[in-house]
């Protein structure tokens, strides 16, 4: 019986980032298109299919950017690897010299670092020159299709929230509406991304509302002056 392969937390952090950065995307593209699209003061159907266009192509954009990205990603660890195995054979000594004092710079007592690295590069050698000079482990890829996967669902998912609002709100309110709801979510998708990262939460939120809000006025005004 083939055992199942599980996913490792650094993968599965990976494939929520591209979830909530997918679903990032779709919010802000479609309500920037439809806020532009509503500023010319067109018809609620043209705002509509202008909104479902821009989903769809944004969906397939972002899925396919993920694709890629994470197989650009994937094929430089491999080269990383590759190239760290070369290195054990042609200098072992050096690698293992390299593995020591980064431990002892990291601030491990020199007795400790060398009783650490004879016991590190006795198990797996490889794989911990990998992990101490890129930051990575050898067997901690990302799967480019569970990544494009995930961006192609949470795109159109955050296509929803705008294109719902500028349809169903009030037409003397259905700008205004919007602008507040795509506010508050990306408030949110702000917040998530941050902490996948490990970053500081209220600067991603700020930044993430910010770099919204500046979008949806600059496509507004440039709708606004082209319906004059």
Avoid at 103 to 124: F, H, N, P, R, W
Avoid at 188 to 202: E, F, H, M, S, V
């Amino acid at each position: 019986m083939q055992q199942v392969k599980k996913i490792s937390l650094a993968q599965k952090i990976n494939i929520l980032r591209a979830s909530v950065m997918g679903a990032n995307d779709g919010i802000l593209s479609v309500a920037a298109i439809v806020i532009g699209v509503a500023g010319a003061r067109t018809s609620s159907f043209a705002i509509l299919i202008s909104g479902l266009a821009g989903m769809l192509a944004g969906t397939v954009s972002m899925a396919m950017g993920e694709y890629v990205s994470v197989n650009s990603q994937k094929d430089a660890q491999k080269a990383a690897i590759q190239t760290q195995a070369t290195a054990l054979e042609a200098n072992y000594d050096a690698e293992y010299q390299f593995v020591e004092q980064k431990y002892i710079e990291q601030g491990i007592s020199v007795s400790l670092a060398q009783k650490a690295t004879a016991e590190m590069m006795t198990g797996d050698a490889l794989a911990t020159v990998v992990r101490e000079r890129y930051g990575f482990e050898i067997n901690d890829f990302t799967n480019p299709y569970a990544a494009a996967l995930a961006s192609m669902i949470s795109f159109p998912l955050g296509s929803i929230l705008p294109l719902v609002a500028i349809t169903l709100l009030p037409k003397t309110f259905n700008i205004g509406g919007t602008f507040i709801a795509v506010a508050i979510a990306l408030l949110i998708t702000g917040y998530l991304a941050a902490r996948l990262g490990n970053a500081d939460p209220k600067r991603g939120m700020l930044r993430n509302f910010v770099s919204g809000v500046i979008t949806m006025l600059v496509t507004f005004l440039m709708g606004y002056f082209v319906g004059l």
